[in-house]
């Protein structure tokens, strides 16, 4: 069974910057794509950023767009989300989600979830 952790989710101001990493264990991770979403209180999950399975192709929603890098490094095992100039308005909970296949961005469709981490960003 394969398992996400995220971690690096903290407090910080507005136009700050945050790293969030996801580790995965229990499955041939180098064969997944992997993404980013996120739900603040009161809204909806939304996507925010995928990587193929060979870092060729990556997405990412219009809202953060040119501000948010997803990467990931296979022999670690690890998908990151490198945030900046963040906003108020970015503050949520970001979790990793992982499927063998490109699921879009329907969350609901990966098979595989983490716990969530915590980024708030204040004004």
């Known amino acids: 069974q394969v398992q996400l952790v995220e971690s690096g989710g903290g407090l910080v101001q507005a136009g700050g910057s945050l790293r969030l990493s996801c580790a995965a264990s229990?499955?041939?991770?180098?064969?997944?794509?992997m993404t980013w979403f996120r739900q603040a209180p009161g809204k909806e999950r939304e996507f925010v950023a995928a990587?193929?399975?060979?870092?060729?192709?990556?997405w990412y929603s219009d809202s953060v767009k040119g501000r948010f890098t997803i990467s990931r490094d296979n022999a670690k095992n690890t998908v990151y989300l490198q945030m900046s100039t963040l906003k108020p308005e970015d503050t949520a909970v970001y979790y990793c989600?992982?499927?063998?296949?490109?699921?879009?961005?329907?969350?609901?469709?990966?098979?595989?979830w983490g716990q969530g981490t915590q980024v708030t960003v204040s004004p």
């Open positions: 990587i193929s399975w060979n870092r060729v192709n990556t």
């Open positions: 989600a992982g499927d063998r296949y490109n699921r879009g961005t329907k969350g609901s469709a990966y098979a595989y």
């Open positions: 229990g499955g041939t991770f180098s064969t997944y794509y």
